[in-house]
T-cell receptor
């Protein structure tokens, strides 16, 4: 399973765009990249998933360069309610296990 | 997104008793479910993989006789913490894999406090 590296924490202000980058140098050919958001005392919430190039949904965008060794989660115009921990996960082997790293703790200030 | 529920949301029990936590996929079938544990200020730790109709696969260091997992149907997996002790107090989270979307969805978690 690929290991991921993310910044431990990030600060932002309301209305700004936030980009969180994740490194996954050992990503395998058939691995997807998935991002989850977690609030305190709640289970992780699925945000977005991609394999290559760019994926966009109503919540976020995911940018994946051609070598797929990193990915960037982009949150447009964050609000206070986006304060949470964001996890980047890769790795879909035959067991479909997801191994969580430390995640990025995003603090959005007024 | 797909919905996964857990019951109970929180439970308090006495040391030495057993506690059962249910995980259900409400709008999809899940041949594979997972159980995690999360301590305060820490990340999720995978405990075991629950496979419908077969034995669970436990991660290294997780006692299978203490954490009993049953995945009897395509929408239900249960985790039973046997002979619970205060150090088992934690936040237990399940996830279910939606094969049609190739994505895992997580339950809201169960807070266990063992006195």
């Amino acid at each position: 399973l690929a290991k991921t590296t993310q910044p431990i924490s990030m600060d932002s202000y309301e209305g700004q765009e936030v980009n969180i980058t994740c490194s996954h140098n050992n990503i395998a050919t058939n691995d997807y990249i998935t991002w989850y958001q977690q609030f305190p005392s709640q289970g992780p919430r699925f945000i977005i998933q991609g394999y290559k190039t760019k994926v966009t949904n109503e919540v976020a965008s995911l940018f994946i360069p051609a070598d797929r060794k990193s990915s960037t989660l982009s949150l447009p115009r964050v609000s206070l309610s986006d304060t949470a921990v964001y996890y980047c996960l890769v790795g879909v082997d035959s067991s479909y296990k997801l191994i969580f790293g430390s995640g990025t703790r995003l603090l959005v200030r007024p | 997104g797909a919905v996964v529920s857990q019951h109970p949301s929180r439970v308090i029990c006495k040391s030495g008793t057993s506690v059962k936590i249910e995980c259900r996929s409400l709008d999809f079938q899940a041949t594979t479910m997972f159980w995690y544990r999360q301590f305060p200020k820490q990340s999720l730790m995978l405990m075991a993989t629950s496979n419908e109709g077969s034995k669970a696969t436990y991660e290294q260091g997780v006692e299978k006789d203490k954490f009993l997992i049953n995945h009897a149907s395509l929408t239900l997996s249960t985790l039973t913490v046997t002979s619970a002790h205060p150090e088992d107090s934690s936040f237990y989270i399940c996830s279910a894999r939606d094969d049609s979307r190739e994505t895992q969805y997580f339950g809201p978690g169960t807070r266990l406090l063992v006195l």
